[in-house]
């Protein structure tokens, strides 16, 4: 599939950056695969990511049938040849017997990062108690050459935002974190280019000592 370039909200970047921040979209779905049913998830992350993100970046997108190992080998692909820096996955991480995402992460995995998977839970819990039946996991695959981050997010583009970003009170303040928070200092910590978020959106944390000063 064409890679698409997704617009950045900071017109002028931190020239300290790296290079731009590369994001693998993976969309498990046999309906949505087979022209079926019109996907939803990759334009839900693709509209949330354009304003939650304030550092350039490029998409690369991906729409397959539930199959274990086509899932692996598409998210090889990501990220050994792709080079992407952080794939998101949606759909198949339910208990329904085609549902086999977090199991094709898993494969492809050299860590696994379970609190991701914690939280999206916990994010969940506060709408509907089936959230305990998601199995969403959060991995790292490192090469010899680079590393990506990959995570699998819900199906529903309401559940996506709301796991991504959390979920503010009247007043705005935020009440429960949404995992995107701890997605930049981890992308620093294997490696990848230095993101900035949105605040207003979400607000990528950093401990003092990696956060680099405003320009």
Known sequence: M?????????????PAQERELVIGLVSVSDRASQGTYQDQGIPALQEWLASALASPFRIETRLIP?????????????VDQAHCDLVLTTGGTGPARRDVTPEATLAVATK????????????????VPTA???????VIR??????ALIINLPGQPKAIKETL???????GAVQ??????????????????????????????????ARRPAV
Do not use: W
């Not at 064409?2 to 931190?14: E, F, G, I, Q, V």
């Open 2 to 14: 064409t890679p698409t370039t997704a617009p950045s909200n900071n017109a002028a970047a931190d």
């Open 66 to 78: 539930d199959e274990l190992n086509l899932i692996s080998k598409t998210l090889i692909e990501l």
């Open 112 to 127: 696994t990062m379970p609190g991701f998977g914690e939280q999206m839970r916990q994010v969940s819990l506060r709408f």
């Open 132 to 138: 305990i039946l998601s199995r969403q996991v959060a």
């Open 142 to 147: 490192e090469t010899a050459a680079h590393a």
């Open 165 to 171: 970003e959390g979920l503010r009170g009247p007043d």
């Open 176 to 209: 429960v974190d949404g995992i995107f928070a701890a997605v930049p200092y981890c992308i620093d910590l294997i490696g990848g280019p230095y993101i900035e978020t949105n605040p207003a959106v979400v607000l990528g944390f950093r401990p003092k000592s």
